[in-house]
C-alpha cells in the first residue's frame, strides 16, 4: 500500500512540531553554553527528529469508502501500526434534541427516522413506546404486533446489511450485493407499509399511521419463506472462508468487563458476553407473548459480533413467525383521541373527530402531559439500546428530549481497540461495529 | 411558567401523585444514613423512580452504588436547562443507571447552581461516562472536574456558545458566518473573506443595525 494514501493536506493540531533547532541553539548560546554540552543537545534533539520522522499522522476519514459515513479516524501511524489513535465527530450534528424542545410531540417523530437510517421502523418505535410511557396509554394490540413485525423486519434488513459490509470491507464483495438483494425485500415491505423505504415517520404517539394493506401478510410470509435460505448461503460462504475467518478472528477483542464498563449494549456487547436486551428485560410491545432466546457469545472480537448477527436474524425470523401467526384484528390507534391522532376519513366526516384532529394539530393545544414527568425510555434498536429520555413542562412541546444513541457510546471504545493493531484490523473492527453518523451524531 | 405558584423550595418533581413515600425505595434503603440523608427527594412516575440531590453529594451517592449496590452499567449522563422555570437551581444533571441481575432502572438528578460551572467526573466508576460528559460539556458547558479529555464533541472546537441553553435561540447566533473560510491555493492552504450571510435565515433574530450591516456586506461585487 502506498504511504502516502490518505495522507491529509490539511495542517492538523496534533502535529505538535519538534523542538526548532536555531531557537534551541540560541538559547543555549545565551546562557553560555560551550562545546560538551551543546553537542549532547544536539544529539537528544536528533534523536527526537528521528522519532518523529518515523510517525505519520493519517486522517482514516471523513471521506474514506472503509467508514461507511461521515466519521474522520486521526491515526498516528509507525509503518502499518496504529500508535494512537484519535476521532472526530460530529459532521452530521444536525441538532435534533434543540429542534425537540419548538416541536410538538406528533411533530419529532419525522426527526426520528433521519437518526439511524437504516432501520428508521425502530426509531419510530423507540420514540412512540417512550411518549407512550410518559403519557400512561397502552396502544391496541394489533398496533403492537405490526409494530413488533416492522421492527425485526427492519432489524433483519440493518443486520444484513452490517455483515454485508463487514465481508465487503474484508474483500468478499459478493456478499455485499447478496446482502443487498436481500434487505431489498425488507424494504419492498416496508414501501408497501408505509410509503417511504428510508424516511418511514412510521408511527404516531398512540399509534401507528394506518392499518397495513392488504396483500401485507402475504409479502410478509413470502419473505419468510425466501428469506432463510439466503441468510444460510451467506453464512456458509463467510463461515467456511478462510481469509474473512484469519482477518476477523482475534480482532478487535473486548472482553465483558470492559463491555460493561463502557456502556455497549445490542449485538456488540452480547458478543462480548454482557447478557442485555431490552425485549427480554424489559418488555415492552407485548414482546414477552413471543418464545425467542437472546443468543451471546464470549469471545469479543469481530467474528464473534459477526456470529451474533447472524444469530439474531434467526431469532428475529422466529419473532415475526410467532408475531404473524397470532396477529389480532382490531383498531391500530389508541382509542382516546386526547393523545391519538383520529382517522382521516373521520375526520372529514364526522363533528367530534375533526375537534380531536384540531386539538392535537394546532400548536399550543396538543399533547400534554403533566407537568414535572419525565421517563427514561429504551428499546432495543439493532445497533443496542435506544434509550429516549423524555421531561415534560406540561405544555405541548417537550421541555426536554435527550436520545441514548447505541453507536455513540459504541464508538466511543474504537480508539482504544485499534491502538496498537494495524491499519488494516482497523477497518475490520469498525465495520464490525457498525457505526451509523446519522445516530452518533444527532 | 405562571408566576402565582409556591415558592422555589419544591422541585418540579413535586407534580408527581404517588410523592407521600411510604415506604423508601430498597436503593435507597440500601444507602448509609449519612449519604442517605443527603437525598432531598424520591419521585416515582411510570414504573421509574429517581432521586433528587443538591450537586457536590451525588459523587458519593454513584460510588456507593457502583461498588457497594453493583449497578455497573451507566446509561446516560445529561443535562436539564430549567431557565425561566420555578425551580431551586438553572440545572440539573441526570445519570441513568442499570443493575443487571434485577433489571433495575435508577436515575439521580443533581441540582447545579448557575454560578457553580463543575461538576464531579465520574470517568473513574464507570468509561461510559467519557464521551457522555464530554457532550454534556459540548451543549451545556457544564464543567466535569476529572474528566481527562474535556474537549468539544459534536460542535467545532472554536464554537463560541453552548447550543442546548435555552437561551440560545433554535437558528443560532450567526456563528456560522464567523468561521474563517479555509481554500487551498496552490500548495498552501489560504484565509478567505468569510462567505455573504443570507440574511433571510437570521432575520427576527438579529437586532436591526446588524441586518443593515450584512446587507450592506453581501451585495454583489462589482466587476
Redesign the interface.
Known amino acids: 500500500m502506498n504511504p502516502n494514501r490518505g495522507k491529509s ?3 492538523d ?1 496534533r502535529a505538535s512540531a519538534p523542538l526548532p533547532s536555531k531557537r534551541t541553539l540560541e538559547k543555549e548560546l545565551s546562557k553560555g553554553a560551550t562545546g560538551e554540552h551543546l553537542k549532547s543537545v544536539f544529539q537528544v534533539e536528533e534523536e527526537q527528529d528521528e522519532e518523529d520522522s518515523q510517525r505519520l499522522i493519517m486522517n482514516f476519514g471523513p471521506q474514506h469508502p472503509a467508514t461507511h459515513g461521515t466519521l474522520r479516524n486521526i491515526f498516528t501511524i509507525e509503518g502499518e501500526t496504529i500508535v494512537e489513535a484519535d476521532v472526530e ?2 459532521f452530521l ?1 444536525t ?1 435534533f ?3 425537540a ?2 416541536m410538538t410531540y406528533q411533530q419529532w417523530v419525522t426527526v426520528t427516522d433521519r437518526m439511524n437510517y437504516l432501520s428508521a421502523i425502530n426509531n419510530n418505535v423507540g420514540y412512540a413506546v417512550a411518549v407512550e ?2 403519557l ?1 396509554i397502552e396502544v391496541p394490540p394489533r398496533c403492537q404486533a405490526l409494530r413488533v413485525i416492522m421492527s425485526e423486519l427492519s432489524r433483519i434488513g440493518d443486520h444484513v446489511l452490517c455483515v454485508g459490509l463487514q465481508a465487503m470491507d474484508l474483500g468478499a464483495f459478493s456478499v455485499m450485493l447478496w446482502a443487498f438483494e436481500k434487505r431489498e425485500m425488507v424494504y419492498d415491505i416496508i414501501e408497501a407499509v408505509c410509503g417511504a423505504r428510508l424516511t418511514t415517520s412510521w408511527t404516531r404517539v398512540g399509534g401507528i399511521m394506518r392499518d397495513v394493506p392488504p396483500n401485507f401478510a402475504d409479502e410478509v410470509y413470502r419473505f419468510l419463506e425466501l428469506f432463510p435460505p439466503l441468510h444460510a448461503e451467506i453464512h456458509y460462504m463467510l463461515k467456511t472462508n478462510r481469509i474473512f475467518k484469519d482477518r476477523v478472528q482475534g480482532v478487535g477483542v473486548v472482553d465483558t468487563e ?1 463491555a ?4 455497549l449494549s445490542g449485538p456488540i456487547g452480547r458478543a462480548s458476553g454482557v ?2 436486551d431490552v425485549r427480554r ?2 418488555p415492552y410491545l407485548g414482546y414477552d407473548q413471543y418464545n425467542f432466546e437472546v443468543p451471546i457469545q464470549d469471545s469479543g472480537d469481530s467474528w464473534a459480533r459477526y456470529l451474533q448477527r447472524m444469530d439474531e436474524i434467526e431469532q428475529s425470523l422466529e419473532i415475526i413467525r410467532q408475531a404473524m401467526a397470532t396477529l389480532p384484528s382490531g383498531p391500530v390507534v389508541h382509542e382516546d383521541f386526547k393523545t391519538s391522532l383520529p382517522k382521516k376519513q373521520a375526520v372529514y366526516t364526522d363533528m367530534e373527530s375533526l375537534i380531536h384532529h384540531f386539538k392535537l394539530v394546532m400548536l399550543g393545544h396538543g399533547i400534554r402531559p ?7 425510555s ?1 428499546t432495543e434498536a439493532p445497533c443496542g ?1 435506544l ?1 429516549f ?1 423524555v ?1 415534560s ?1 406540561g405544555s405541548d412541546t417537550p ?2 428530549i ?1 436520545i ?1 444513541p447505541p453507536s ?2 459504541n464508538y ?2 474504537f480508539p482504544r481497540l485499534v491502538e496498537g493493531g494495524m491499519i488494516s484490523d482497523s477497518v475490520a473492527i469498525l465495520s464490525s461495529f457498525h457505526v451509523i453518523a446519522g445516530e452518533l ?2 | 411558567m405562571s408566576d402565582d405558584t409556591p415558592p422555589p423550595e419544591t422541585p418540579p418533581g413535586d407534580a408527581s401523585p404517588s410523592n407521600q413515600q411510604p415506604a423508601p425505595h430498597p436503593v435507597r434503603a440500601a444507602l448509609p444514613p449519612l449519604i442517605e440523608s443527603r437525598i432531598l427527594d424520591e419521585v416515582t412516575h411510570g414504573g421509574q423512580t429517581w432521586f433528587i440531590v443538591r450537586t457536590p453529594d451525588q459523587r458519593a451517592i454513584l460510588e456507593h452504588l457502583r461498588f457497594e449496590q453493583n449497578f455497573e452499567f451507566l446509561k446516560d449522563i445529561t443535562a436539564i436547562d430549567f431557565l425561566g422555570r420555578d425551580t431551586i437551581e438553572r440545572f440539573q444533571v441526570v445519570y441513568v443507571l442499570y443493575r443487571i441481575p434485577d433489571k433495575l432502572n435508577i436515575r439521580l438528578h443533581a441540582w447545579l447552581p448557575e454560578e457553580v460551572e463543575s461538576v464531579p467526573s465520574v470517568v473513574d466508576l464507570w468509561d461510559s461516562a467519557r464521551w457522555s460528559e464530554r457532550e454534556t460539556h459540548d451543549m451545556f458547558g457544564i464543567v466535569f472536574d476529572g474528566n481527562p479529555d474535556l474537549r468539544r464533541l459534536l460542535m467545532p472546537e472554536d464554537f463560541p456558545a453552548f447550543p442546548l441553553l435555552k437561551d440560545y435561540p433554535l437558528k443560532g447566533r450567526g456563528e456560522r458566518r464567523q468561521f474563517p473560510l479555509v481554500r487551498p491555493r496552490g500548495n498552501e492552504m489560504v484565509e478567505d473573506a468569510p462567505l455573504p450571510y443570507p440574511v433571510s435565515i437570521g432575520r427576527g433574530m438579529h437586532t436591526p443595525e446588524y441586518v443593515e450591516e450584512v446587507q450592506r456586506e453581501s451585495k454583489p461585487r462589482k466587476k
Open positions: 493536506k490539511a495542517p493540531r465527530i460530529g450534528h441538532g434534541e434543540k429542534l424542545e419548538h410511557e410518559l400512561g470492559t460493561l464498563s463502557w456502556g447478557d442485555l428485560d424489559k403533566e407537568e414535572g414527568a419525565s421517563i427514561y429504551s439500546e434509550g429520555f421531561v413542562d421541555l426536554r435527550r441514548r455513540f457510546y466511543a471504545i451524531d444527532r
